[in-house]
Every structure is written in C-alpha cells, then in structure tokens.
C-alpha cells in the first residue's frame, strides 16, 4: 500500500510540474493546484492512517496524531486563497499584455521589439 499511496503522489506530483512548465497561464494555476494537492496528500500520509485510535491519549492502545490533519486543513484554506490571487494575477496580466502566456506574447512573435530591445 506504501508503494500505492508513493507512486500515485510521484505521478500527481510530475504532472503539476509539467502543467507548470507550459507556457500558458491557466495550465500554471492548474499545475499550482495539483501540486498542493499532492502535497497534502503527502502531509497526511505521515500521519499513518489509523483504525479504532482515540485521538486523545486515554489510558493504553494506540492514539491517532491531529497534527497532520489540522496542517491539512489549514493547507486547503491557505491553498484556496492562493489559487484566487494568482487566478486575478492571470486575469490581471491577460488584460495589460493582451496575451495569456506566462511571459506576456506569443510564440512566434518578434518581442523585443516591442520591448525596445533588437529582435
């Protein structure tokens, strides 16, 4: 199962770096997203799963730890606002450059030009 739950976050991890690496802006934000998803994912596997644990020491047996799922928790809310603002970023330099590639022109283009440099 270990090699299950490492392989499915190693193949969810590569696939945000490769949507990351694509020169439009919405790929970026989904590789963004993906990649805090697998980092979640991470998170909580280390806090091993557990059947029939208490989450509050009582007595003998075994004993669930909180912290990775409140870590989790405030991941997703921290990730959630982060997607918004860099989406607005997007947004916002879509309508300056009138482009939505990541570097703010198209492939093909002759941009430094247009940027006062020699093309």
Request: overall charge neutral; proline content about 4%; glycine content about 14%.
């Amino acid at each position: 199962m270990e090699f299950l739950l490492a392989s499915g976050i190693g193949f969810v991890t590569a696939c945000a770096v490769y949507l990351m690496l694509r020169g439009r802006t919405f790929t970026v934000v989904l590789g963004l997203s993906l990649l805090g998803y697998a980092v979640n994912v991470f998170i909580f596997s280390m806090g091993r799963l557990w059947s029939n644990a208490q989450p509050i020491l009582q007595g003998q047996g075994p004993v669930a730890d909180p912290l990775p799922q409140a870590l989790v928790l405030t991941a997703i809310v921290i990730g959630f606002a982060t997607t918004g603002f860099v989406i607005e970023l997007a947004l916002r330099s879509r309508h300056e450059s009138g482009s939505d590639h990541v570097d703010g022109q198209e492939p093909g283009q002759a941009g430094g030009a247009a940027r006062g440099g020699q093309a």
